[in-house]
C-alpha cells in the first residue's frame, strides 16, 4: 500500500473537506443540532465513547448518546478541538485532536474538561464519511480513575 499524499491538491482539498465537516460538528455540538453532530457519519459508524457501553455500532447510537449528552447540559455547551491533525489518503483519512468542553449539568455541576479523539474516514464518492470514531481519556494507573483534570 502506497503511503497517504501530503501534499498534492486533491489531498489539500481533502483535508479541507474534512477539516469542514470537524468545523460542522463542532458548531452544531455548541448549538445541541444532532442531526448536524452526525452530519457525514456512515449508517453503520462503529463508536469507542468515554461511557458505557464499551462500542457502539451505527449513527442511531451515536444520536441517542448525544441526545443523553445534550439533555444533561443546562444552558450553552462551549466546546472546542484543539490541535487537529488531518492526513488524507486515496479515499481513506483520519483526523486527531484534543477536545475541550465546557458547560454545567442540570445539577449544577461545572464540567471543563479535555479528551482524545481520533476519527476514521472513507472517501464516497466525491464525500468523506465517517466510519469510526474513539474518544478517550487517559487513567491514573495508582487509583484507576480516569485523569478528568489533564490540560494540553
Known sequence: MDAPRSTTASTETDG???????????KSIRAKDIDGSVFGYAPDV????????????????VRRRLEDWFSSFDG????????????????????????HVRATTKQGQEIDMFWRATACFRKLGEHWTVT???ASVPF?????????????
Open 16 to 26: 479541507a473537506q474534512i477539516r469542514r465537516l470537524i468545523d460542522g460538528w463542532a
Open 46 to 61: 462503529l463508536t469507542f465513547d468515554l461511557v458505557n457501553p464499551l462500542q457502539n455500532v451505527g449513527v442511531d447510537a
Open 76 to 99: 450553552p455547551i462551549d466546546f472546542e478541538n484543539h490541535d487537529l491533525k488531518i492526513t488524507a489518503g486515496d479515499g481513506i483519512a483520519f483526523s486527531h485532536s484534543l477536545n
Open 132 to 134: 469510526h470514531t474513539h
Open 140 to 152: 491514573d494507573m495508582e487509583s484507576s480513575q480516569a485523569s478528568l483534570d489533564l490540560k494540553p
